[in-house]
């Protein structure tokens, strides 16, 4: 019987164990859950941040270009052409 009372009571301080363990590691995965968005919430962010600097790099170049700095005018030509070819395509649209 003491044998018995001897397992039950390893059982349960192994249970106990186990338990506290599990509820440990529910609070960890919880904690990591919170960096894990705070982090894709920031890197949303910076993405939106570098999208508005590289459109304002590319109309300062644009800029430059027309000013007559003489760099990167075949660039500034293939968006203005570009540029044409939308305003074309949203007129024919209009016309339809």
Excluded: P, V
Aim: net charge positive; aromatic share 4%; glycine share 2%.
């Amino acid at each position: 019987m003491s044998n018995t009372i001897e397992a039950i009571h390893l059982l349960e301080n192994k249970l106990k164990n186990l338990i506290s363990n599990y509820e440990f590691l529910k609070k960890e995965n919880e904690i990591l859950l919170q960096n894990t968005t705070k982090l894709q919430h920031q890197l949303i962010k910076r993405e939106q941040l570098f999208a508005e600097q590289k459109k304002q790099y590319d109309l300062l170049k644009i800029a430059k270009t027309i000013e007559g700095s003489g760099e990167d005018t075949k660039d500034t030509k293939l968006k203005i052409n570009t540029l044409i070819r939308e305003i074309d395509k949203c007129i024919i649209q209009l016309n339809e």
